[in-house]
T-cell receptor, first 112, second 116 residues
Framework: NAGVTQTPKFQVLKTGQSMTLQCAQDMNHEYMSWYRQDPGMGLRLIHY???????DQGEVPNGYNVSRSTTEDFPLRLLSAAPSQTSVYFC???????????FGPGTRLTVT | AQSVTQPDIHITVSEGASLELRCNYSYGATPYLFWYVQSPGQGLQLLLK??????LVQGIKGFEAEFKRSQSSFNLRKPSVHWSDAAEYFC??????????????FGQGTILTVHP
């Protein structure tokens, strides 16, 4: 199993550009989530999904959209990038309670 | 809402010395508890977890953690630190119960420096 994969590893955007961060898992996990990591703040939950077609907001959802059309994929969309979205983004997946989560390698995003 | 506090932003120890990283949480019941480690430029690796039962849990790389309900703490320990343990360590909690969906709340992280 590849586990949780994320693409790209690095990305530089200009303010106002849009892009999609890709996340896929091959473990047939129901639960998937996106976190952002900023220095001194740990990781914060952006959006999560409890299955195909079901998504909900986390702690810091503004400026991000998600959808879940398949069990395997959970893309994160930035519609109009802002410098405040410069961060490292991690995708995670889990099977069921107690929801032990497996993290992807991360995407480092810089918005200029 | 639950919260997690890691009081120490940066800890420096000598190789071979013992280590304890502190984690305190705020939650109305016993949560699921996790410690993750992150090497520079890398993703998060799960060190250990507590779901229920024995309050002293063993993890990978020689780490252990003890859950103390009375102190709302889940401190991470290692008896003898190796230079390769230098990294950032995160404590995280998740609410129990099916509708929590395991949403993790992380502490701010503790950076560990190991001197030779």
């Amino acid at each position: 199993n590849a586990g949780v994969t994320q693409t790209p590893k690095f990305q530089v955007l200009k303010t106002g550009q849009s892009m999609t961060l890709q996340c896929a898992q091959d473990m047939n996990h129901e639960y998937m989530s996106w976190y952002r990591q900023d220095p001194g703040m740990g990781l914060r939950l952006i959006h999560y999904s409890v299955g195909a077609g079901i998504t909900d907001q986390g702690e810091v959802p503004n400026g991000y959209n998600v959808s879940r059309s398949t069990t395997e994929d959970f893309p994160l969309r930035l519609l109009s990038a802002a410098p405040s979205q410069t961060s490292v983004y991690f995708c995670a997946s889990a099977k069921g309670e107690p929801y032990e989560q497996y993290f992807g390698p991360g995407t480092r995003l810089t918005v200029t | 809402a639950q919260s997690v506090t890691q009081p120490d932003i940066h800890i420096t120890v000598s190789e071979g010395a013992s280590l304890e990283l502190r984690c305190n949480y705020s939650y109305g019941a016993t949560p699921y508890l996790f410690w993750y480690v992150q090497s520079p430029g890398q993703g998060l690796q799960l060190l250990l977890k507590y779901f229920s039962g024995d309050t002293l849990v063993q993890g990978i790389k020689g780490f252990e953690a003890e859950f103390k309900r009375s102190q709302s703490s889940f401190n991470l320990r290692k008896p003898s630190v190796h230079w390769s343990d230098a990294a950032e360590y995160f404590c995280a909690v998740a609410k129990t119960g099916g509708t929590s969906y395991g949403k993790l709340t992380f502490g701010q992280g503790t950076i560990l420096t190991v001197h030779p």
